[in-house]
């Protein structure tokens, strides 16, 4: 499993359900991810999966692997993202695109003033 180094941004225990940051790293198993998108994908009403976090990209073989899944399985996909992948125009279409190719129809960007506390 492989994760990003790179600087993440810190979430705010004001605003963050999930008690996210750089400093939790933990991540769920991808036989954990594909058994909730099978289980999905037997409720009829169901019909966007989320990738969110923390930071879905810091695991992004999981996050790879879980796109393709429920995709092939008929769900629109969505990943919400702080992107700081995207240091500039040609990394953030490259990444993007790949994204793209394995089945990501959505991308929100979570980012506002609760996060700019942490940036550096």
């Not at 966007?48 to 930071?55: A, H, L, P, R, T």
């Not at 996050?63 to 769900?75: R, V």
């Not at 929100?108 to 996060?115: G, L, P, Q």
Request: net charge negative; proline share 3%; with cysteine.
């Amino acid at each position: 499993m492989s994760t990003n180094v790179y600087q993440n941004l810190n979430c705010s225990i004001r605003h963050c359900s999930v008690n996210a940051g750089p400093n939790n790293i933990g991540v769920l198993p991808l036989e954990y991810i594909y058994k909730a998108i099978n289980e999905a994908y037997n409720v009829p009403s169901f019909q966007v999966i989320v990738f969110s976090g923390g930071e879905p990209t810091l695991f992004l073989d999981h996050l790879k692997l879980g796109i393709k899944h429920a995709s092939e399985l008929g769900f629109i996909v969505r990943m919400v993202t702080n992107a700081w992948w995207a240091k500039n125009y040609e990394k953030a279409k490259v990444f993007s695109e790949e994204l793209v190719s394995l089945g990501l129809k959505e991308l929100n960007i979570s980012y506002d003033d609760f996060h700019l506390e942490y940036l550096n």
